[in-house]
């Protein structure tokens, strides 16, 4: 008996070891996890604030700046007069939320928010440990329409731009900017758009409708774009050109209305809410052959898929249509373009193919608006992409339009030349270097044609000159006071991401660190660069074509080893007869190897200097001196 009892006490004992030793395991386990958890993260994947409007479901979530260690909840325009409640709507059952040390339980109700106001956000587990305490900032917009898109493509949230892939489930609600919701529909599609934007974090966006409707009072049509201008300091680039088309043409044009984009209710910042170019009602609707919408492309963006037609001189257009394009209609295509090429080319403006002339084939008036929008514009994309045209059945012509595509304009360009106001710079072919495969060859053989240049001066003086000084001097500021307060809250949004992602900044900017969230806004100084690249322009246009001043044209060839050899750095200017050349460079060298010594005449060597008067055109070289290092 004794014996037994030992035994057994002895297997009980081992039993309970072992259990133990499993317990303890489990919970080293289970704490290695624990501590492991991003407890902040998990809670606000399924964290968000839940409103009603006109019976429609509306969700915000908010937004850390990781440089701060700070929440804010960017609300829309509406909220200031609607003042709705929001649900409180988190997924984890087993946290407990604290807004200022009042706690809010899971669906609870939140309608005590206050506009600019920080609150302390602390979220516990139900054993009160600590997940996080942060300030969470209510921030709420001003005048513009708020627009709610779900989409299921987790993708398209991210940082990882995936081949621009459609999403097929969607709805959308639209409200104007006093919280009447004014569309509210399922999309059939949704997906990234654009090239170089849709790399960048503010993503472009295409949506379609499942049914055709009139969004922010504009005309009816399922397909819409949303331009992220992220690459536009001053937001209101394409927003300007698409206005100054719809003054100076008479076809069809798109236009823009600015909203806020709230997408899986993640607060995006201000987009253009524009209409497509596209062949369809409402749209480009007229008579057009077949449905062709041609685009000049750059060599580097033909995709596959795409069917295109490059001409004898080597100017790229894609063929877009909506039903497959035949090897017989890219035949014609092909060689209709190349009879215009030719008539282009020709001295007396006469086709070497056919023996017509140049406005036979090509309509100049649709050209002539195309052109001066260009010009004006200063876009670096000038005659070598996203210029549309197509071929109306009517006449057989090929007119020009829709304009598209103007967030690099106006100063904010990669090419150095487009940054001068006062040049002709439409009229000029290498716009890139010698080699390079996209140059400006139609637009700038246009400006060889007499008719075509009389043609743009009289629309200049009559209509495009009027329209640009309303544009200096009354729309700039219309919609700068339409979108001010929201321009503050997307500079917050894509704070330093912004000044990375624009082609040109208008001075040194930094940030103050220990300012509030409009610490990042640097709208005065990006509309400043605007304002001065078109004052400057129509200034330079007007004593062309209105006062018909005498001007020379200087042509100056950098080459120096700091320049970018991917761009072309030969720059022109205009200089009225009988005034000195006074240009400094516009290279900048920004490691300062080098200083700028001045410019000499190519061939003779001759210096220019700045008091000199300019009499003839010349085509000079600018001089530099490498620093002796120390």
């Known amino acids: 008996?004794?014996?037994?009892?030992?035994?057994?006490?002895?297997?009980?004992?081992?039993?309970?070891?072992?259990?133990?030793?499993?317990?303890?395991?489990?919970?080293?386990?289970?704490?290695?996890?624990?501590?492991?958890?991003?407890?902040?993260?998990?809670?606000?994947?399924?964290?968000?604030?839940?409103?009603?409007?006109?019976?429609?479901?509306?969700?915000?979530?908010?937004?850390?700046?990781?440089?701060?260690?700070?929440?804010?909840?960017?609300?829309?325009?509406?909220?200031?007069?609607?003042?709705?409640?929001?649900?409180?709507?988190?997924?984890?059952?087993?946290?407990?939320?604290?807004?200022?040390?009042?706690?809010?339980?899971?669906?609870?109700?939140?309608?005590?928010?206050?506009?600019?106001?920080?609150?302390?956000?602390?979220?516990?587990?139900?054993?009160?440990?600590?997940?996080?305490?942060?300030?969470?900032?209510?921030?709420?917009?001003?005048?513009?329409?708020?627009?709610?898109?779900?989409?299921?493509?987790?993708?398209?949230?991210?940082?990882?731009?995936?081949?621009?892939?459609?999403?097929?489930?969607?709805?959308?609600?639209?409200?104007?900017?006093?919280?009447n919701v004014t569309c509210a529909q399922k999309l059939e599609r949704f997906k990234i758009r654009g090239n170089l934007t849709a790399t960048l974090d503010k993503k472009p966006y295409s949506i379609t409708l499942s049914e055709a409707d009139g969004l922010c009072g504009m005309a009816e049509a399922k397909n819409w774009k949303l331009l992220a201008n992220a690459t536009d300091g001053a937001y209101i680039r394409n927003k300007i050109i698409l206005d100054l088309a719809n003054q100076i043409t008479e076809a069809y044009e798109p236009e823009g209305e600015f909203v806020e984009l709230y997408l899986n209710g993640s607060y995006q910042g201000v987009y253009l809410l524009t209409e497509g170019v596209e062949i369809a009602?409402?749209?480009?609707?007229?008579?057009?052959?077949?449905?062709?919408?041609?685009?000049?492309?750059?060599?580097?963006?033909?995709?596959?898929?795409?069917?295109?037609?490059?001409?004898?001189?080597?100017?790229?257009?894609?063929?877009?249509?909506?039903?497959?394009?035949?090897?017989?209609?890219?035949?014609?295509?092909?060689?209709?373009?190349?009879?215009?090429?030719?008539?282009?080319?020709?001295?007396?403006?006469?086709?070497?193919?056919?023996?017509?002339?140049?406005?036979?084939?090509?309509?100049?008036?649709?050209?002539?608006?195309?052109?001066?929008?260009q010009e004006i514009s200063g876009d670096h994309d000038t005659g070598i992409a996203s210029q549309f045209s197509y071929i109306q059945a009517g006449d057989g012509r090929l007119y020009a339009g829709p304009v598209w595509d103007f967030d690099g304009t106006m100063g904010n360009v990669n090419t150095a030349m487009f940054q001068i106001p006062e040049a002709l710079t439409t009229s000029i072919r290498n716009t890139r270097p010698e080699k390079n495969a996209n140059q400006n060859r139609w637009l700038s053989a246009m400006y060889q044609n007499e008719k075509f240049v009389k043609l743009l001066q009289k629309k200049y003086a009559e209509i495009a000159g009027p329209a640009l000084e309303r544009i200096c001097s009354e729309t700039i500021d219309e919609h700068v006071d339409t979108i001010r307060r929201a321009a503050v809250l997307d500079a917050l949004r894509w704070n330093e991401n912004r000044r990375s992602w624009a082609f040109v900044l208008p001075g040194p900017f930094q940030a103050d660190e220990n300012d509030d969230y409009r610490r990042y806004d640097t709208l005065g100084e990006q509309l400043e660069m605007v304002r001065d690249f078109l004052r400057r322009k129509k200034s330079f246009l007007d004593g062309m074509w209105i006062e018909n001043k005498e001007y020379c044209i200087v042509e100056v060839r950098n080459d120096v080893p700091f320049l970018n050899p991917d761009y072309n750095h030969t720059l022109y200017y205009w200089v009225e007869k009988g005034n000195p050349f006074s240009a400094v460079p516009v290279e900048i060298d920004y490691e300062y190897r080098y200083e700028f010594l001045g410019y000499v005449e190519v061939g003779s060597d001759q210096e220019i200097t700045a008091d000199m008067p300019i009499e003839k055109n010349y085509i000079l070289k600018s001089v530099w001196r490498e620093k002796v290092q120390d």
């Open 281 to 373: 009602q409402n749209r480009l609707d007229t008579d057009i052959k077949e449905d062709w919408l041609l685009e000049m492309e750059l060599d580097f963006r033909m995709e596959e898929e795409i069917p295109y037609v490059i001409t004898d001189q080597g100017q790229i257009f894609a063929v877009n249509a909506e039903n497959a394009v035949s090897e017989e209609n890219l035949n014609f295509i092909g060689t209709f373009l190349n009879d215009i090429e030719s008539a282009l080319y020709a001295k007396d403006g006469i086709s070497e193919i056919s023996g017509r002339s140049l406005e036979e084939m090509v309509d100049l008036d649709s050209w002539a608006d195309a052109w001066l929008i």
């Open 1 to 179: 008996m004794i014996s037994y009892r030992k035994g057994k006490s002895k297997l009980q004992i081992w039993r309970f070891l072992v259990f133990a030793s499993a317990c303890l395991a489990l919970i080293v386990l289970l704490a290695g996890t624990y501590a492991l958890t991003d407890h902040e993260k998990a809670f606000l994947d399924d964290f968000f604030f839940e409103g009603e409007i006109e019976g429609e479901r509306i969700e915000f979530r908010i937004w850390e700046n990781p440089d701060e260690g700070k929440y804010y909840l960017f609300l829309p325009s509406w909220y200031r007069e609607k003042n709705i409640d929001l649900a409180i709507r988190y997924g984890e059952k087993s946290c407990k939320l604290f807004l200022d040390n009042v706690l809010y339980r899971n669906y609870d109700v939140w309608n005590e928010i206050e506009g600019e106001k920080i609150y302390q956000m602390r979220v516990e587990n139900y054993f009160g440990l600590q997940y996080f305490s942060k300030p969470v900032q209510i921030l709420v917009s001003d005048k513009l329409p708020a627009l709610f898109i779900q989409a299921e493509a987790e993708e398209l949230l991210g940082e990882e731009f995936e081949n621009k892939k459609y999403v097929e489930i969607g709805e959308m609600l639209l409200t104007d900017g006093q919280g």
